[in-house]
């Protein structure tokens, strides 16, 4: 039972480049979730979408984009990364369409690093 | 806005001892707490949901309250053992749909 997938795992990119973020829930849930986590600011809302076709942006959105796929899949984009962006990135999915209010489920995270 | 606290931020303690976590939160129009564990270079893992009509719910060792009377959660922990040493999270899920709100977390070493 995979729950929420994330890839990569690891990435370590140069300042400018872009990259993509993949995540994928086999739980049939409705959200998901975009947060980066960084020490002492604890999990920040970048992106989240409350259901397929639908995305909107959170506390930290900008330099993002996110695509919402199909109802399993939901990537987040770094058009040209900055240091600034390097952080721990996790995608998570809850069950009901009012989303927020439902328990979330997370993936193992991707660690980047921007040089 | 809706500010969630976890103090203390650092919590180490002997093998066996019972312990109790903190999570205080402003906005008591919270629909679900829910506690989660995270191991170093993991993801969050869900330990307990505790909605809003209810005051607590028990898993195993761990039993976590809630008051949103006061605006505190706690989780507490019987019979600690090192496996347990983990950083744990508290994060609130409001009414209706607005963003999750999560504490900076509590990080636990349990001592052999």
């Not at chain 2, 650092?10 to 191991?39: K, M």
């Amino acid at each position: 039972n995979a729950g929420v997938t994330q890839t990569p795992k690891f990435q370590v990119l140069k300042t400018g480049q872009s990259m993509t973020l993949q995540c994928a829930q086999d739980m049939n849930h409705n959200s998901m979730y975009w947060y980066r986590q960084d020490p002492g600011m604890g999990l920040r809302l970048i992106y989240y979408s409350a259901s397929e076709g639908t995305t909107d942006k959170g506390e930290v959105p900008n330099g993002y984009n996110v695509s919402r796929l199909n109802k399993r899949e939901f990537s987040l984009r770094l058009e040209s990364a900055a240091p600034s962006q390097t952080s721990v990135y996790f995608c998570a999915s809850s069950e009901a369409s009012q989303g927020v209010g439902q328990p979330q489920h997370f993936g193992d995270g991707t660690r980047l690093s921007i040089l | 806005k809706q500010e969630v606290t976890q103090i203390p931020a650092a919590l180490s303690v002997p093998e066996g001892e019972n312990l109790v976590l903190n999570c205080s939160f402003t906005d008591s129009a919270i629909y679900n707490l829910q506690w989660f564990r995270q191991d170093p270079g993991k993801g969050l893992t869900s330990l307990l949901l505790i909605q809003s009509s209810q005051r607590e719910q028990t898993s195993g060792r761990l039993n976590a309250s809630l008051d949103k009377s006061s605006g505190r959660s706690t989780l507490y922990i019987a019979a600690s053992q090192p496996g347990d040493s983990a950083t744990y999270l508290c994060a609130v899920l409001p009414w209706g749909y607005q963003k999750v709100t999560f504490g900076t977390g509590t990080k636990l070493q349990v001592i052999p």
